[in-house]
């Protein structure tokens, strides 16, 4: 009996018995459904990740932090107080003390090998931003990181390369702060306040040259370039000791962009060797992608265990194939049919329950994924743009059909193999 023979007999073997048959198959179909929709779950979001990293870009930067040596401890023993290293108290984390950077530290990461120029990091803490409606909205004031492509809803990136002083602000606050759209934003000017070191509530403009569009990644606080965040943090320390102003919470570093990761992580150490600890816009984002990846893991545990599931209704399914019909194994070998085509016969039919019932839950579950497509992102998620919740790469369909018909296959063997020992003696004879 050639190959082709063998599957196409199989297959019409397979449905001798269909309320049997049919049953296996909608148990293989719920794992193969689970599997396929947790996956294009994971993928949708990664996808949307990946293209919000790299929409960030900031190729070739470091966000470069001093290691922490100070913290909470398990000990109940003080630490020793270093007079070279500059604390801050963090009042929100238990008033614990972490270490910061100083002029002399931006300095010292200068002089790293590979290391192209490094800036302070500056925070400026505002008390409140107004438009043209005079009204005064809270909000937060990020520096911008040079390099960083984000995704506008209008205007142009901004810069550091400038004497302008230039902010991106969120599309949230365009209505509220008095502009009739993203549009008539571009150009205008915003009133930033804040108070200084005396106690005095000062105010500092800045240009609006581009709105950011809503997105995963950020879009919640309003970004300056490095001119406007320096004029907000001079106005904010005005009135404070010389050594107040001279101490930072991180530094941005520039790198080749065009290396390897290998030479990154190797930079890397040698920055952790000197005292501080570097990551990458990437290292940042990575932490919650491993947790979008931890629950799509958990996900497909279930689908696993469903497939688990199903794979003794097909032992089951074989199992009573076999019994029924041991008189036709038994002519089958008298005819001289090797056991080793027979064993071929009924692992087909296996691995065909598995095709059939993996081929209609992937089926079931990228349509569903497409209607749920279209009902969340004409939604509450209508305003990420660029997100597909559900994709489903043709590779990693291939992978859980192959999955689910290697798991069918396996539990297959078992009824294969039994069938395939029998004497066509005892077979023929058998009532």
């Known amino acids: 009996m050639r190959l082709i023979d063998i599957v196409t007999t199989a297959s019409s073997n397979m449905f001798r018995s269909k309320l049997r048959t049919s049953l296996t198959i909608i148990a293989i179909f719920i794992g193969a459904f689970t599997l396929t929709l947790t996956n294009g779950l994971g993928s949708g979001i990664s996808s949307y990740i990946d293209k919000q990293v790299g929409n960030l870009g900031a190729k070739g930067v470091l966000i470069i932090t001093a290691a922490p040596t100070a913290g909470f401890s398990t000990s109940d023993a003080p630490k020793k107080y270093d007079p070279t290293k500059k604390t ?12 910061v950077l100083t002029a002399a530290d931006v300095t010292k990461i200068r002089a790293t090998s590979g290391i192209k120029s490094v800036e302070p990091y500056l925070s400026p803490s505002i008390d409140f931003v107004s438009g043209p409606s005079d009204e005064q909205y809270v909000a937060s004031v990020t520096q911008y990181v040079q390099g960083a492509n984000y995704t506008l809803k209008a205007g142009s990136q901004i810069s550091n390369n400038t004497t302008q002083a230039q902010a991106m602000i969120p599309l949230s606050y365009v209505t509220s702060l008095g502009f009739k759209d993203a549009g008539d934003a571009i150009g205008k000017t915003i009133i930033f306040g804040l108070t200084n070191g005396l106690g005095e509530q000062v105010t500092v403009p800045g240009t609006i040259v581009s709105v950011q569009d809503k997105s995963l990644l950020g879009g919640t606080s309003i970004q300056a370039n490095t001119v406007l965040t320096k004029q907000l943090y001079a106005a904010q320390t005005t009135g404070l000791p010389a050594a107040a102003t001279q101490t930072f919470m991180a530094a941005t570093a520039q790198f080749d962009p065009s290396w390897s990761e290998a030479q990154i992580t190797t930079l890397k150490n040698e920055l952790k060797a000197k005292g501080y600890m570097a990551q990458t816009v990437e290292d940042q ?9 931890a629950i799509v893991w958990v996900l497909n545990g279930f689908a696993i265990i469903a497939l688990l599931a199903a794979s003794f209704g097909i032992i089951n399914t074989l199992l009573m194939s076999v019994q029924e019909r041991t008189k036709e194994i038994g002519l089958m070998k008298a005819m001289g049919m090797s056991g080793s085509r027979i064993f071929l016969l009924f692992s087909g039919e296996a691995v065909m329950l598995g095709f059939w ?8 579950a990228m349509i569903v994924g497409t209607v749920i497509n279209q009902i969340v ?32 296959f396996l539990a297959g063997t ?11 003696i005892d077979s023929l004879r058998y009532e």
């Open 88 to 99: 801050a108290n963090i009042a929100s984390e238990g008033n614990r003390s972490v270490v």
């Open 357 to 364: 019932g993996s081929l209609l839950g992937v089926g079931v």
């Open 285 to 293: 984002i990575g932490t919650f992608k491993t947790v979008i990846n």
């Open 414 to 424: 078992l009824p294969a193999y039994r069938a395939a020992r029998q004497s066509p």
């Open 377 to 408: 992102l004409n939604g509450f998620l209508k305003d990420l743009v660029g997100l597909q919740l559900f994709t489903f790469p043709p590779a990693a369909i291939l992978i859980i059909m192959g999955i689910v018909m290697g798991i069918a």
